[in-house]
């Protein structure tokens, strides 16, 4: 679904009024999008909401009620408002393939475009771009704790909103999160649906058993029945276990109980015994209740026998150290022919100039190294020096069995989206990869190894120059 062009900030508009009143609306100009911290205390994100973002672009501009509304607000001139009633983005857009892995201070986007365009679409893709690709790292670093063991997203109740939950969704599945709850992302983005019932399902009923066969008589092939509405291990397991039996002497088989409270690691181990027990081996063990990859990981530490781990809020909003938003920022970083820097008394702030290629270097086993960021037209090969873009006097060469491959390609020229957009389950399997060929200890949940990002020779002399320039 297409988002109204009105769906950004006022100083978006404003600047714009600006650079069209003082003729600049048609300089060129390129920006970058990148973030200077890795999420969740982490080392690394996982792309996502490219597709969304490239959609809304091709189809941005403004209606006559969103003209009307913007002239009653008394800013802008007449001429400025025919200026946006004709608007379209017509830039390209450099990106990598979604579902990859990226770090900060590396340009995710870059926009090239007249300046009134690739102003206007600054809040359009932080928007998008952020939350996708943070919700998409939360959920990698979720099935990463998860080991073997399924996990499905359940966060449609507690996410930002309706297209929070549909954004949710998606950007889950590129993370390796591939099910989901909510209904309308499982027709949106072809993706499977799956769910149990409620407390209030058994709280309708006279007991629990009663429940539980109303249940799997409705829906004698995919029963999960939930076992905690009163007591776990006193009556919802044998109760369920009851309702098995009964199940399969009518020629089906209970698929699994859910278990959403106490502590699940103790619970999870005792239901396994006992359904095994009761030779049911085949029952899979559910397990939801405010679960992240901390708790997760420890859980799996105890040995809980859990099959799948249903996660809701804490993916849905991201919560935990270091979560809740993605920092992403975009930068103007030339102008015309001239390159522009962001000064700072913070040099890890300080923007990094001009057009430039993202490199990543693997070694002969396809494993990640290091990713440079070089000038455009700078050659670049192994056995460079190079350094890191927050504090210079760091450097090192690049080694020289590695190979150097470009990150990113163009996905959008004079707005028009260059590729076919790959399926989630893709996506998922791109990111699955990424993962694989990361170092082990870039995996860590915390205190994670730090994988290089460093720049080149040309860059940084660029950059020292700028500054020089701007500062004397």
């Not at 949710?168 to 019932?197: C, D, E, Q």
């Not at 009923?205 to 939930?226: G, I």
């Not at 899979?284 to 799996?300: C, K, P, T």
Request: net charge negative; aromatic share 8%; charged share 20%.
């Amino acid at each position: 679904m297409l988002q109204s062009a009105l769906l950004t900030d006022l100083y978006q508009l404003t600047m714009l009024a600006g650079y069209f009143e003082k003729g600049m609306h048609q300089v060129p100009a390129v920006f970058d999008l990148y973030f200077r911290e890795a999420p969740f205390r982490g080392n690394f994100a996982i792309f996502a909401g490219l597709e969304t973002a490239l959609e809304q672009l091709e189809g941005l501009q403004f209606t006559e009620p969103e003209l009307a509304y913007l002239d009653s607000l008394g800013l802008f001139k007449a001429k400025f408002l025919d200026f946006l009633a004709s608007f379209r983005f017509r830039g390209s857009i450099m990106a990598p393939a979604e579902g990859s892995v990226v770090f900060p201070h590396e340009p995710l986007l870059t926009v090239e475009a007249a300046l009134a365009e690739a102003q206007l679409v600054e809040t359009l893709l932080l928007n998008t771009i952020n939350f996708q690709t943070l919700v998409a790292t939360k959920a990698a670093r979720i099935k990463l704790a998860a080991g073997e063991a399924e996990v499905i997203e359940f966060g449609l109740r507690r996410a930002q909103g309706p297209d929070g939950g549909l954004s949710v969704a998606r950007a889950a599945a590129i993370g390796g999160v591939g099910s989901t709850s909510n209904l309308l992302a499982g027709m949106n983005y072809s993706l499977p649906v799956k769910g149990t019932h409620a407390h209030s399902w058994v709280m309708a009923f006279a007991d629990e058993l009663s429940a539980f066969r109303a249940y799997a008589e409705v829906f004698p092939d995919h029963s999960v029945l939930l076992v905690d509405t009163y007591d776990t291990l006193l009556s919802g397991l044998p109760n369920a276990i009851t309702a098995a039996r009964e199940l399969r002497a009518r020629g089906h088989e209970l698929q699994g109980i859910r278990l959403d409270s106490g502590d699940l690691a103790y619970l999870s181990r005792v239901a396994r015994e006992q359904l095994d027990a009761a030779s049911f081996p085949n029952v899979r063990i559910v397990a939801s209740n405010e679960l992240d990859e901390h708790l997760i990981q420890s859980m799996r530490s105890e040995g809980a026998r859990i099959d799948i781990y249903g996660v809701g809020t804490r993916l849905a909003t991201c919560a935990g150290p270091g979560g809740g938003a993605l920092g992403g920022v975009y930068k103007l970083v030339q102008l015309g022919e001239l390159p522009k820097l962001k000064v700072t008394s913070e040099l890890a702030k300080a923007t990094l100039p001009g057009r430039k290629r993202l490199l990543r270097a693997s070694d002969p086993q396809g494993l990640l190294v290091m990713d440079i960021l070089t000038l455009d037209q700078e050659e670049l090969k192994p056995g460079a020096v190079v350094y890191d873009p927050t504090n210079p006097s760091r450097y090192k060469a690049i080694p020289w069995e590695v190979q150097l491959a470009d990150l990113r390609q163009k996905v959008m020229l004079e707005g028009r989206r260059q590729h076919r957009s790959p399926s989630l389950d893709q996506l998922a399997d791109h990111c699955a990869a990424q993962l694989r060929a990361l170092p082990q200890g870039s995996l860590r949940l915390i205190n994670p190894h730090r994988y290089k990002v460093s720049m080149s020779h040309g860059l940084h002399q660029l950059r020292q120059q700028l500054i020089s320039d701007l500062t004397h």
